[in-house]
């Protein structure tokens, strides 16, 4: 698949469809930006952890260390809008990216992806619709199937539940890891007995607690005695909150069970979710209405509640276009990104939502290769 | 004819021939006891490579050697797919480890992988870094803790001593093999109760990749069993 478009008349096709995407982005005011290849490896480790080492590509260099090939474009352009603040913040590219692959998976490793950033707007669902409406009209009829997702609705949900804060924050930093979110839930719902060891430790004031760290050994590795004491702290706290109640568990796994077309989305979320989840389903519905403006239907936008919780640096509207032809990668998708831009920005972050296409697999999905 | 890979040295070397001597097998050095080759007397057929212990696996899955003893540990560590490339035909008994992951004994609220998890989460906050691991064997650790679904960590290489990584400050946890404890609790390091990686031994293991006739790989197979 990614082998075509390398020469003749299939190169020149490939070739007009990158110059008719990069006219609808053009049109759309942003600016083209050229990204480096090379990501400095510890801020590429540092958003997306150790997984990253196995779907990038690793360069060593003696004197800048490691680099990974870039694996997106959205960190490069997050960061370049960082450094540089460009105004006004639209950008869009054309490029290779590189991607490792399962050994026992035939996609390619290296393709081109072209796209579209909106970096600090101030109309979260008008961006949100434009950059959707902006990929679909790049990929034109070459879509068979899309699908569209909202990780904004599920914090919200987390947000909604009666349970303490260190709770709160262990769901939400486990939502792209479904399996542990479930586990989590699970064992708030029915705490598991500790055993004897940790209830008598827990029984402990804090001087006898000082004593028994103490008398377990050296300190060996950066961990020190008060991340210790801090945590048996969190542990008292834990043991003594009631557990998650059956109606919040109920909610939650209700919410992310939600899938159809969004308009039937909205209303049953409308139905199961708490009122103080009102935001974010005025967010979902503000949206579907900017879409609608642009002619198209909530009807006919599929919505599943658990699609984008593969992706860690999602966190709110996402969206994903797929050809008719199950074997083709998806041809294009998105989606927003805050709280990337405040990783990247050290705090400082923006609004951000973006989209990419993947011209090689539409250039196999319109002459059926 | 057909080709089988032992380790070159060492304690592996010795069992693996201790091995095939209990099946009425010598294992016998090329003239000098220099040469990294030989052969097995009372097995025909049989010609004898002499391999670094960590390049078995490799040699496996080319399919330059066709049997070869080496641990289950680097076989799943070492070959992508392992499974299409080599078979484990039999446990050999011998070269027990386990693979787990070790954190200081002072850790006294970590008993288990949530409880990492946990610590690893506010230690990234508190050091503006992920939790070190110190490893070789970074696809296995990799794979167990997606599965388990643990956060804010890092793997640092760590090609021997792993052990020693956290008294030198290098880490704060380890995954690596062990097989009696007493290197990690000389090193102050305690196992977490679910922190088996996997139990691990030397196997005799076949290439599915190698050209030798399968008639011949199993009329050895049949004679070591």
């Not at chain 1, 990069?22 to 590429?44: H, N, Y």
């Not at chain 1, 209700?254 to 077309?261: C, F, H, K, N, T």
């Not at chain 1, 998708?333 to 011209?359: H, M």
Request: proline residues 4%.
């Amino acid at each position: 698949m990614a082998r075509g478009g390398r020469a003749g008349a299939d190169l020149a096709r490939l070739s007009a469809m990158r110059a008719d995407i990069a006219s609808i982005f053009d049109a759309a005011g942003a600016a083209r930006v050229e990204l480096e290849t090379l990501q400095p490896a510890d801020v590429m480790l540092d958003l997306y952890g150790e997984d990253i080492r196995a779907r990038a590509y690793l360069v060593q260099d003696p004197v800048a260390g490691e680099q990974f090939l870039r694996p997106d474009f959205t960190v490069p352009v997050a960061r370049l809008h960082m450094e540089q603040g460009l105004s006004p913040a639209r950008y869009y590219y054309d490029g290779l990216v590189w991607r490792r692959q399962e050994p026992d998976v035939d996609r390619p490793t290296e393709y081109l992806q072209a796209g579209i950033e909106l970096i600090g707007g101030a109309d979260p669902a008008a961006e949100e619709a434009e950059v959707f409406n902006l990929i679909r009209s790049a990929l034109g009829d070459l879509v068979d199937r899309v699908i569209t997702g909202d990780l904004g609705v599920i914090f919200a949900a987390i947000d909604a539940l009666s349970v303490s804060e260190v709770r709160k924050a262990a769901l939400r930093r486990h939502v792209w890891r479904p399996k542990r979110f479930h586990a989590l839930i699970e064992r708030f719902a029915n705490p598991i007995e500790p055993n004897p060891s940790r209830t008598a430790l827990l029984s402990q004031s804090s001087v006898e607690r000082r004593k028994v760290i103490a008398d377990a050994g050296k300190f060996v590795g950066l961990r020190g005695e008060g991340e210790i004491l801090e945590r048996l702290d969190i542990l008292d706290a834990d043991a003594a909150e009631p557990p998650l109640s059956a109606s919040d568990r109920a909610m939650i796994e209700a919410v992310l069970a939600v899938s159809g077309p969004s308009n039937e989305a909205l209303a049953e979320l409308r139905r199961i979710c708490p009122r103080s989840m009102a935001p974010a389903l005025g967010r979902m519905e503000r949206r579907l209405d900017a879409l609608a403006a642009k002619g198209i239907e909530a009807s006919d936008l599929s919505f599943d509640a658990t699609f984008g919780r593969s992706i860690e640096y999602y966190d709110g509207f996402v969206f994903e276009f797929r050809a008719a032809d199950p074997a083709l990668p998806p041809l294009g998708g998105g989606g927003r990104y805050d709280k990337l831009t405040a990783k990247l920005g050290g705090g400082a972050g923006s609004t951000a939502v973006g989209g990419v296409v993947r011209p090689e697999a539409m250039n196999a999905a319109e002459t059926g290769a | 004819m057909i080709k089988l890979g032992l380790p070159s040295k060492g304690r592996l070397q010795q069992q693996c021939v201790d091995w095939f001597a209990e099946r009425g097998l010598e294992i016998e050095r090329a003239e000098g006891g220099r040469e990294y080759s030989g052969r097995v007397k009372g097995a025909d057929g049989v010609e004898l490579v002499l391999l670094s212990a960590s390049e078995i696996p490799r040699e496996l899955a080319a399919g330059r050697i066709d049997v070869g003893i080496t641990g289950e540990d680097v076989v799943r560590e070492k070959i992508p797919v392992w499974d299409q490339k080599v078979r484990l035909a039999a446990k050999l008994g011998f070269g027990h480890a386990d693979l787990i992951v070790a954190v200081p004994s002072v850790w006294v609220d970590v008993d288990t992988l949530h409880d990492f998890d946990a610590a690893a989460a506010a230690f990234r906050k508190r050091h503006g870094m992920r939790m070190r691991i110190a490893t070789k064997y970074h696809n296995l650790s990799r794979a167990f803790f997606r599965d388990a679904g643990v956060a804010d960590y890092q793997l640092v290489d760590s090609q021997g001593a792993t052990e020693a990584t956290p008294l030198n400050l290098a880490a704060e946890a380890i995954i690596d093999i062990t097989s009696t404890g007493e290197t990690l609790n000389a090193n102050h390091l305690k196992i977490l109760s679910d922190g088996l990686i996997l139990k691990s031994e030397a196997n005799l293991c076949v290439s599915k990749t190698s050209t030798a006739s399968v008639t011949d790989i199993e009329a050895f197979l049949a004679l070591v069993s």
